[in-house]
């Protein structure tokens, strides 16, 4: 399984942007697919995921009410729109996949590269 993250820049405070993961895989509604950060000096966290039907999405506090992830399984692509978006989301995104778990904060199988997201104030 391959994925191309995609959609990162730089933005103002309160801006938006939208991340895109194209998957190469045939069975890409049997993953859950999420996004994960890594700001300089800090660790990689969670950030949000959606499970293969679109029914579950899980989101780390701090992103709650600002990001939403979705999908089109046609598509073979998730996504992760971000809106009023805060100098402290600046990191590089990374978006992976789970054939094993319905949420990756259980586990991830595939990770994509990552694009840079940066916010200034």
């Known amino acids: 399984v391959q994925l191309q993250a995609s959609g990162g820049g730089e933005v103002q405070a309160g801006g938006s942007l939208r991340l895109s993961c194209a998957a190469s895989?045939?069975?890409?509604?049997?993953?859950?697919m999420g996004w994960f950060r890594q700001a300089p000096g800090k660790e990689r966290e969670f950030v949000a995921d959606i499970s293969w039907s679109g029914r579950t999405r899980n989101y780390a506090d701090s992103v709650k009410g600002r990001f939403s992830a979705s999908r089109d399984n046609a598509k073979n692509t998730a996504y992760l729109q971000m809106d009023s978006l805060k100098p402290e989301d600046t990191a590089v995104y990374y978006c992976?996949?789970?054939?094993?778990?319905?949420?990756?904060?259980?586990?991830?199988?595939?990770w994509g590269q990552g694009t840079q997201v940066t916010v200034s104030s």
């Open positions: 992976a996949a789970t054939s094993r778990y319905l949420t990756l904060v259980a586990g991830v199988d595939f």
């Open positions: 895989v045939r069975t890409f509604s049997s993953y859950s």
